[in-house]
């Protein structure tokens, strides 16, 4: 397949998954870095809603939102090639629970961002204590699961969608909210998402230096 374009930042937990689902499918892609702030006009164009990532196909036709992509993705993929879902039911089971919870962390960090942009005076204690609980939460959840999260319902090649979102998240926390992440105490799970970042496809899609 050719003539996808992908839009987005790689500091995005979002737009980087859904660059790795296709990286690790080996499925060719431009990316266009565009920023859902600095270019805010300009992803409105590819993206109803005004966010990233954003996937469009030669044709025309776009596909917003990451779960939606690797789904598309995971669908086209060749089924006789390696893949991200499992087939079996119990094993995708507990990797979409993980993928879910993961999912759920980088919204949660990523709000923490969004809240930390607004001028000081509009910042809400509350709205902190609360996404810091939640973050704090998740982590802890993901950590129990750390030993399975690698290589849930895929022993073959040892990474799954859990994995993925897994490492997005964590990855993002460590670059924007580190002090979150070790006041968590979640020592497998950074463990894993360090081992996970220096293997393909992670090394090949990059949260950006800086
Ligand atoms: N559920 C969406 C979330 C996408 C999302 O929230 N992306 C962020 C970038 S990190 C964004 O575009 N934020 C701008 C906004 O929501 O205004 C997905 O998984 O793709």
New binding site residues.
Partial sequence: MSGLILT??Y?????R??ALALTFHGIEFEHRALS??GD?DE?LKV?P?????ALEMEDGRVL??????IEWVEAWADPERRRLTPREQEDLLVTLKIESVA?GL??LA?SR??EARREPQYQDPARFARLDRQIGSALSWLEERARVIRTQGMPAHGLSRAGIASVCAVTYLRHRWPDLLDAAGCENLVALTAELEQTEPFTLVPFPAG
């Fill in positions: 987005g930042l500091d995005s937990p979002f737009v998954r859904a859902v702030f805010f992803v993206n809603l005004g966010r990233a990532p917003v939102d990451s779960r939606a992509i999912i980088a919204e990523v961002s969004l």
